[in-house]
């Protein structure tokens, strides 16, 4: 069956410092990569998403690169800052149904 | 940018009480809803999805008869929690799939706390 696997957490980082946040899976097929952030009190947001090998996904500075060669979608960003904070869901979305499969979540906390 | 909203956002009720979450879909036609279920400090758990016109499909372990999911619309999905009980307390989070350009974008809401005393 389809898993995501994230590292654990929660990591605590100094403002603009740089941010890596691993992501391994495994699914059956082509998968579609996602990573979602949940800022505190709120819903999901998409951040950015990947639909096949080697695409790049990126948002508000965060990037993520699909490498099928280690299954991963590793999320990264140069220079975080404070208002970054966040609870970062990593998902993958496999076959022709629409479900997704979430990590646990990792808590990113950003000290001024 | 596709907006989802939910209502209530905060709900506090009686054991034996039922509740009603709504769902919308504020800007495009959603044929497909999902319900989740998070727990503190936890991932989504999926607990359904729902079709446009069609019954709700129940993960396993998830009660059908607790948890009554309606999509009666393309914008419009309920979740009511049937005679709830403090262990039904929890953060529930519904989206909806998008489909652009034959690709598929699911939007969440900002979620729902309940709180059942």
């Known amino acids: 069956g389809n898993s995501v696997t994230q590292m654990e957490g929660p990591v605590t980082l100094s403002e603009e410092a740089f941010l890596t946040i691993n992501c391994t899976y495994t699914?059956?097929?082509?998968?579609?990569l996602f990573w979602y952030v949940q800022y505190p009190g709120e819903g999901l947001q998409l951040l950015l998403k990947a639909t096949k090998a080697d695409d790049k996904g990126s948002n508000k500075g965060f990037e993520a690169t699909y490498r099928k060669e280690t299954t991963s979608f590793h999320l990264e960003k140069g220079s975080v800052q404070v208002s970054d904070s966040a609870v970062y869901f990593c998902?993958?979305?496999?076959?022709?149904?629409?479900?997704?499969?979430f990590g646990k979540g990792i808590t990113l906390s950003v000290r001024p | 940018g596709a907006v989802v909203s939910q209502h209530p956002s905060r709900v506090i009720c009686k054991s034996g009480t039922s509740v009603k979450i709504e769902c919308r879909s504020l800007?495009?036609?959603?044929?497909?809803m999902f319900w989740y279920r998070q727990f503190p400090k936890k991932s989504l758990m999926l607990m359904a999805t729902s079709n446009e016109g069609s019954k709700a499909t129940y993960e396993q372990g998830v009660e059908k008869d607790k948890f009554l999911i309606n999509h009666a619309s393309l914008t419009l999905s309920t979740l009511t929690v049937t005679s709830a009980h403090p262990e039904d307390s929890s953060f529930y989070i519904c989206?909806?799939?998008?489909?652009?350009?034959?690709?598929?974008?699911?939007?969440f809401g900002p979620g729902t706390r309940l709180l059942v005393l």
């Open positions: 989206s909806a799939s998008e489909s652009r350009g034959g690709l598929e974008t699911q939007y």
């Open positions: 699914a059956t097929g082509y998968p579609s």
């Open positions: 800007d495009f036609q959603a044929t497909t």
């Open positions: 998902a993958l979305r496999s076959g022709a149904n629409s479900k997704l499969t």
